[in-house]
């Protein structure tokens, strides 16, 4: 990959900026977000083909906005300021931003004028997604307008000469149909971008990187058999050969069947060393009594590090803990260079790594999305019912039993997940939808059963459908379909007398319940 085929995303705060990003990445082109605070001399060293500035959740004037190093304005790469970072474009290069008389939130018309090469192939009225109170008042010198929509004069603005772009609006949302096509736009005809970008050459070049990092070195791997620590261990392999260890904890926390069966898929057929560490009662004594999301996150995680920090010691010159982070759980986990972004909620495979621990960290797919990390496992010839199975939290089940985590809570969901899993693979659905799974409610209801009453457990049923699980939509599952996994669970499942459905999407909610 060559460095002048990046894009490279200053972060303002934007919960969009992810999405920036992806949309860069369908374009076959690298792209990855960094702190709105980077140095121009950083960016020069970095030689990216282009910059664009997030939008964000900031006034430009007011306190502690965040802002950039002007001198970014001067290094002759290619710009692109969305919604506030075109305000801070502004801003910088001598123009003017204030309050708008009416805030724009939501679909608006958009009119393009001129011949600006962000605008190739797009409707001269399009729909776009607005998100602002200020607005652009006047424009820097050696700019022109090129979009108004009717509330926003300086809907878009550009200096061709200076190859700096503006928009007002999000091209990187849905609510953007030619969105796409903007970005598109930007990328090859004003940065000149080849498309050259694919998961073969990401291959390639982190096996060089692998090679380079570990040096000889030995590396463990945390294997879970999920798709994540999978194609890993796959990567990794493919790199070092035996001096890759997979290293694989039971927590107690795991799905019906999954010790034995990541034991015989990767100590068996794929024959990649593999160590067996059954820490299940462990996790279950620190987890007793705790309810907290966040505090059983940091206990299952910390735990999970203090387990292979013994493991890595039973084994002679490993150097590298290797992890199968990926790039949505590192957005979510932390703010990026302490930018403004809300951290919504801490993994177990990022950050906070005890103090004790003896390793140093490899994690060869944390700048890759979900669907990326599956064709990563295609191209290293992994099995497809391996690679297509649905998303699990590194915190396991920890985080689908609400509230107390306990073996009998445990029992019962993995029991009602198992029948979850077994009808949707039954229905064709299970490889075609995200994720589908059971949640442990920590509240009781009451029922009748066998004309006596009972006061038990509630299942609730979680279906999305997703790209790269940064946003999902919930799933209109057919009724007989739920119908048949709800008498089931009630049925064969000891303990559970009623089943809900979750209809809410992310956002406004997560996709895990915790």
Not at 230 to 249: E, K, P
Request: charged letters at 25%; proline letters at 5%.
């Amino acid at each position: 990959m060559q460095k002048n085929e990046t894009i490279l995303i200053l972060d303002f705060g934007s919960q969009y900026s992810q999405l920036i990003a992806r949309r860069i990445r369908e374009n076959h082109i690298y792209s990855h977000i960094v702190s709105c605070r980077i140095s121009a001399e950083e960016l020069r060293k970095e030689a990216p083909a282009g910059i664009i500035l997030s939008g964000g959740p900031a006034s430009v004037y007011q306190e502690n906005a965040p802002k950039c190093d002007p001198a970014i304005f001067r290094l002759g790469i290619p710009i692109l300021g969305i919604c506030y970072g075109m305000q801070l474009t502004t801003l910088t290069l001598g123009g003017e931003v204030k309050r708008g008389a009416a805030r724009e939130y939501g679909k608006a018309l958009l009119h393009h004028e001129g011949d600006s090469p962000l605008f190739a192939h797009i409707p001269e009225t399009a729909q776009v997604w607005m998100s602002h109170g200020d607005k652009v008042s006047r424009i820097p010198e050696g700019f022109r307008r090129t979009a108004f929509s009717d509330n926003t004069e300086f809907a878009a603005i550009e200096d061709p000469e200076r190859r700096i772009y503006g928009i007002q609006f999000h091209p990187e949302v849905v609510h953007t149909p030619q969105g796409k096509e903007l970005l598109h736009n930007f990328c090859f005809s004003v940065c000149h971008c080849s498309g050259s970008w694919n998961m073969q050459s990401f291959i390639e070049a982190s096996t060089e990187e692998i090679r380079r990092k570990t040096d000889g070195g030995k590396v463990i791997l945390g294997l879970s058999g999920g798709v994540d620590s999978s194609v890993a261990a796959a990567l990794l392999h493919h790199a070092i050969g035996d001096r890759l260890t997979c290293i694989f904890v039971n927590n107690g926390l795991l799905r019906k069947n999954e010790a034995a069966r990541v034991q015989q898929i990767f100590g068996d057929a794929f024959r990649i060393p593999l160590k067996y560490v059954d820490a299940s009662d462990l996790f279950l004594q620190k987890l007793a009594g705790v309810c907290e999301p966040e505090a059983k996150r940091k206990i299952i995680g910390n735990t999970f590090i203090e387990v292979f920090d013994k493991a890595a010691s039973e084994l002679t010159d490993v150097q590298f803990l290797a992890q199968g982070t990926t790039y949505p759980d590192v957005i979510e986990s932390i703010s990026i260079d302490g930018n403004p972004s809300a951290v919504i909620k801490s993994h177990h495979n990022v950050g906070g790594l005890p103090a004790t621990m003896h390793l140093k960290l490899l994690e060869p797919l944390s700048h890759l999305f979900k669907d990326e990390v599956r064709e990563v496992g295609r191209q290293l010839g992994l099995p497809e019912e391996l690679i297509m199975r649905q998303p699990f939290p590194g915190p396991g089940l920890g985080v689908r039993v609400l509230g107390e985590v306990t073996g009998e809570n445990l029992n019962v969901l993995r029991n009602a997940d198992t029948i979850i899993v077994d009808e949707m693979k039954n229905a064709g659905l299970y490889y075609k939808i995200w994720q589908t799974f059971g949640v442990f409610l920590p509240v009781r209801s009451v029922g009748v059963m066998g004309d006596e009453r009972t006061y038990d457990n509630v299942i609730a049923i979680r279906s999305v459908e997703s790209q790269d699980g940064m946003t999902a939509d919930w799933v209109r599952l057919p009724y007989e379909l739920l119908d048949k996994i709800s008498r089931r669970i009630v049925n064969e499942v000891h303990g559970v007398n009623r089943v809900v459905y979750d209809i809410t999407s992310k956002p406004p909610s997560t996709i895990e319940w915790e």
